[in-house]
């Protein structure tokens, strides 16, 4: 009793977890997910339009279309950026980095390369620590790659993510806990079945075997009272 209340147990605490962790796994990937989602898309967001309006006063009609994406007016004064621009060869031409402090003269010449190197127009990187992301824009017959620091965005993402780790974490070993306390009582009236099937047929077993072992004995002493026959031995032989 006690080896298969001990299996029964192990096995409906192993699935129960197994289940709740498949679940979390879903849920949290599913938020995890979108907040990096709706990280990058805030980024790529305020990338374009510090790609399209930085140094320019935006006029009543542009901060009207804005405010559905979350841009400001302040926006292009609030966000760290560069911009530079290049010819085709990749070769610098202008830049204008007061908009950010992070940068100095050779980092700007590994992010110009970084940017004129890779295929896509734009993508986000991280460099000593810091995360920023690109975008390139052809004007006339120059390039113009705007750079911004989005490194807060990516962040919060970032926390979210391991909180939610955290979360997962603490949460499996919360439901192991109450799964330990709880499985004795679910598993014990399966327990008791069992046991109570088992005891059954042992004692219809026993039952049987009484009548047949009185009419085995019955069938022996007419046997020896009138001899043998083909069906008494054919009825003792089972």
């Not at 621009?85 to 202008?94: A, I, P, T, Y």
Request: net charge neutral.
């Amino acid at each position: 009793r006690v080896l298969m209340f001990r299996k029964l147990r192990i096995k409906f605490i192993g699935i129960a977890t197994l289940s709740m962790m498949i679940v979390l796994f879903i849920v949290l990937g599913l938020v995890n997910f979108l907040t990096y989602r709706n990280a990058v898309s805030e980024i790529y967001t305020t990338l374009d339009f510090i790609s399209k309006h930085s140094g320019t006063k935006l006029s009543e009609d542009e901060i009207e279309a804005f405010k559905n994406k979350d841009i400001t007016p302040e926006t292009q004064y609030e966000t760290r950026y560069i911009t530079v621009m290049v010819d085709d060869k990749g070769n610098l031409q202008s830049f204008d980095a007061e908009h950010i402090a992070a940068i100095d003269d050779n980092e700007i010449e590994e992010f110009i390369d970084y940017a004129t190197e890779n295929k896509r127009y734009r993508g986000i990187f991280i460099y000593d620590g810091l995360t920023y992301a690109y975008q390139k824009v052809k004007v006339e017959n120059l390039i113009k790659i705007t750079i911004i620091d989005c490194t807060r965005n990516m962040s919060t993402a970032n926390f979210f993510m391991r909180f939610s780790l955290d979360i997962g974490a603490i949460s499996i070993l919360v439901i192991l806990l109450v799964l330990s306390i709880f499985a004795r009582r679910v598993v014990r009236p399966y327990v008791k079945n069992a046991e109570a099937q088992k005891q059954f047929i042992t004692n219809a077993s026993h039952e049987l075997k009484t009548p047949l072992a009185v009419i085995s004995a019955n069938m022996e002493v007419i046997e020896m009272m009138d001899g043998k026959s083909d069906k008494g031995n054919r009825f003792l032989s089972r």
